[in-house]
């Protein structure tokens, strides 16, 4: 995925992907149509995250 400029200032981010690429990827290449404001933003179909987990930063390599 990629940044968004124009979200700058206006939301927080953070986290860290420690495995699970393919599924971002798939998530970021699920097709969308326009929501009600007019954005390129709603997915087509539904997405699920089935689950996370939250680890300690100083678990991470």
Partial sequence: LAPVR???GQYT???K???G???LD???NTPVERNAQ???S???KRVVI???KIVPADSVK
């Fill in 6 to 8: 124009r979200l700058d």
């Fill in 13 to 15: 981010t953070f986290g």
């Fill in 17 to 19: 992907l420690i495995k």
């Fill in 21 to 23: 690429d393919d599924v």
């Fill in 26 to 28: 798939k998530i970021g």
């Fill in 38 to 40: 007019g954005e390129m």
């Fill in 42 to 44: 709603k997915p087509t």
């Fill in 50 to 52: 089935e689950s996370i």
